[in-house]
Nanobody, 116 residues
Framework: QVQLVESGGGLVQAGGSLRLSCTCS????????LSWYRQAPGKQRDLVASITSGGSTNYADSVKGRFTISRDNAKNTVDLQMNSLKPEDTAVYYC??????????WGRGTQVTVSS
């Protein structure tokens, strides 16, 4: 059974940092393209950051220079380090594979709230 479980969210003041983690199981983690997405209230789910099986990364313009995605193939985890957080970063954050995202399969996500 494929599972991606997000954790690490919380309430933080603007300018603060959080580190999200996604623990994966049920599939061959090391070969998959993985991404973090977020969905703010009343808005569509957007792609935040991605990492290939080889470790190449890509970021949404809104988070470049502030967020860093990384993966640990030994632990089957993909993390998102978020620095210099802004109130507009408030959202539910999800990790996913490209395939599951295209099929509309999502986990519970983790809530990030940034206060001004």
């Amino acid at each position: 059974q494929v599972q991606l479980v997000e954790s690490g969210g919380g309430l933080v003041q603007a300018g603060g940092s959080l580190r999200l983690s996604c623990t994966c199981s049920g599939f061959i983690f090391s070969i998959h393209f993985l991404s973090w997405y977020r969905q703010a209230p009343g808005k569509q789910r957007d792609l935040v950051a991605s990492i290939t099986s080889g470790g190449s990364t890509n970021y949404a313009d809104s988070v470049k220079g502030r967020f860093t995605i990384s993966r640990d193939n030994a632990k089957n985890t993909v993390d998102l380090q978020m620095n210099s957080l802004k109130p507009e970063d408030t959202a539910v954050y999800y990790c996913n594979t490209k395939t599951r995202a295209s099929l509309g399969l999502w986990g519970r996500g983790t809530q990030v709230t940034v206060s001004s």
